[in-house]
C-alpha cells in the first residue's frame, strides 16, 4: 500500500486548480515527488484579470501569477510545462505526454479546466476573431482593439461584458450580439440583466439581442463582418467569441473514470471513481452539501480553490475543510458584481438598495423563505454577510431584508 503522505503525485493542468493544489500538499506536510503538467509554457497565473486589467494594460504579467517561479524551486516541485498528456493509464498508475515520454505517479490529479466553446459556422479560420481563455488570447485581443477599431462580440454572458467593458476604454466601438432575448440569459436574474443591459448601453456599448449568427465574413484571409440570420453584415475589424466553455473531460472519459454530461463526477473531497485519482476545478460534477448534495458543475476560481484544498486532505489524511459557499465576482467599468450561491428553485426575488444609483443587492429565496443566493452590485457588506446567510439557509423576513436602515450583518449575526 503507497505512503500517501510520501506519495509521487502528478497533477495534469496547471491552472488555479493544478497550481492551489500544489501549494497545499506542500502546507499540509507532503514529502514526496510532485509533477505539475501544462499546455500553457508558463506557471499557473491568475485567469479573470485577462478580461478585465490585464486586457486594458494595468496589469502585468507578473502580477497575474499565482505565485513567482522561485516557489516552485523552493517546494521541490517538477514543472513539466508547455506539454500535454496524450493519455492516463489507471492500471500502469502512468500519464503519456505528447513528447513520447510518459510520467508514473502514486496518486493523480486532474485538473484540466475547460476551454471556450467554438462556432460550428462558416468562416471561424479567418484571422481576427478570438476567444479568450489564455494569456496568449489577451495578447492577440489587446493588440486588435484601440481607437477607431471596430470590434464584434459574439455572446452577452460575462467574459463577453467584461471584454466589451475593456475593449471600450481603449477607444473601439464595440457592438455586443446575443441570440438570447436578454443579456446574461444563463447566469443572473432578469432584473440585474436588465440593469447591466442599461448600464453598458450608457457607456456606448451596442447592445443587439435575439439575432443569430451565421457566418464569419472576410476579404481575403482575415474577418470584416458578421452574416446575422436576415441577411445584414455587421462590419467589423476584429471579432471576440464568448459563448460558454466546454469541458476538458477527455482524458477522464477515455481513462474509464466516470463521467456525466456534467463533467467527471467527483465526491465531497474530490474523489472520481478510479482510486488514487482525483479531479478538481470545471471540469467536475460535484455534490453541493449546502443544496441537499445535488450534483452541479461550478465554473470559478472559488470552486477550483475548494477542491484542491479538500482533494489534499484526503491525500494527507487531515479533516476535511469546511463546504464554502459558492461564490463569484464581475468587474465592469465601475462596477463591482459578487455573487453569493446559486439560485436553484429559486421561488422570490428581494431587492435591497437602489437599483437606479447602481447601488444594491438581490436576493434570491426558497419557497420556505431560506435564502438561497445574493447578487451584489457595488455592495460588499450586503455581500459577505450574505454569504453567511446562504451558507445558514437562514430564513429572513423579507421586509427586514429591504430596510437599508439595519445592517445586513446584524442579520447575519447569530
Not at 502546507?27 to 501544462?38: D, K, S
Not at 517561479?69 to 502512468?94: H, I, M, N
Not at 436574474?189 to 439581442?209: N, Q, S, V, W
Request: net charge negative.
Amino acid at each position: 500500500m503507497v505512503d500517501r503522505s510520501n506519495a509521487k503525485i502528478v497533477i495534469v493542468g496547471a491552472g488555479h486548480g493544478g497550481g492551489n493544489a500544489v501549494a497545499a500538499l506542500r502546507q499540509m506536510g507532503h514529502a514526496g515527488e510532485i509533477v505539475l503538467i501544462g499546455d500553457e509554457p508558463i506557471v499557473p497565473y491568475h485567469r479573470p484579470p485577462l478580461s478585465k486589467a490585464y486586457l486594458k494594460g494595468t496589469a502585468a504579467m507578473d502580477s497575474l501569477k499565482l505565485r513567482p517561479e522561485s516557489f516552485y524551486e523552493t517546494a521541490a516541485v517538477t514543472l513539466r510545462l508547455g506539454r500535454r498528456v496524450t493519455s492516463v493509464d489507471p492500471d500502469a498508475r502512468s500519464v503519456a505526454l505528447d513528447d513520447g515520454t510518459a510520467e508514473p505517479y502514486d496518486i493523480l490529479i486532474l485538473a484540466t479546466g475547460s476551454r471556450a466553446r467554438r462556432l460550428a459556422i462558416p468562416g471561424t479560420d479567418l484571422s481576427g476573431i478570438h476567444y479568450l481563455r489564455s494569456i496568449g488570447d489577451a495578447d492577440a485581443i489587446r493588440d486588435a482593439v484601440g481607437p477607431g477599431r471596430r470590434l464584434a462580440i459574439v455572446g452577452g454572458g460575462y467574459v463577453g461584458l467584461e471584454a466589451a467593458a475593456s475593449a471600450l476604454s481603449l477607444g473601439a466601438s464595440v457592438t455586443l450580439l446575443e441570440r438570447e432575448d436578454r443579456i446574461l440569459a444563463r447566469v443572473a436574474c432578469a432584473p440585474l440583466a436588465a440593469f447591466f443591459d442599461r448600464y453598458h448601453r450608457a457607456k456606448g456599448l451596442e447592445i443587439r439581442t435575439q439575432v443569430q449568427v451565421e457566418a464569419f465574413v472576410g476579404d481575403g484571409a482575415r474577418v470584416t463582418g458578421i452574416r446575422l440570420a436576415d441577411g445584414e453584415i455587421l462590419p467589423c475589424d476584429a471579432a471576440i467569441v464568448g459563448v460558454g466553455a466546454e469541458i476538458c473531460d477527455e482524458l477522464a472519459r477515455e481513462a474509464g473514470l466516470t463521467c456525466e454530461r456534467g463533467g467527471v463526477v467527483v465526491d465531497e473531497n474530490a474523489r472520481t471513481s478510479t482510486p488514487d485519482v482525483y479531479a478538481i476545478g470545471d471540469m467536475t460534477w460535484r455534490p453541493m452539501p449546502l443544496y441537499g448534495g445535488r450534483m452541479f458543475r461550478l465554473e470559478s476560481v472559488p470552486n477550483a480553490l475548494e477542491q484542491a484544498r479538500r482533494a489534499a486532505a484526503d491525500i494527507m489524511g487531515k479533516p476535511a475543510p469546511a463546504h464554502e459557499v459558492p461564490w463569484f465576482w464581475s468587474d465592469q467599468y465601475d462596477l463591482k458584481l459578487q455573487i453569493a450561491g446559486v439560485p436553484f428553485d429559486s421561488h422570490r426575488l428581494v431587492i435591497r438598495g437602489s437599483v437606479e444609483e447602481g447601488s444594491f443587492a438581490i436576493f434570491h429565496l426558497a419557497e420556505d423563505g431560506r435564502i438561497l443566493a445574493v447578487e451584489a452590485v457595488n455592495r460588499g457588506p450586503d455581500f459577505m454577510a450574505g454569504r453567511t446567510l446562504v451558507g445558514d439557509a437562514r430564513v429572513i423576513d423579507p421586509e427586514r431584508l429591504t430596510d437599508v436602515s439595519i445592517p445586513l450583518k446584524e442579520m447575519a449575526a447569530r
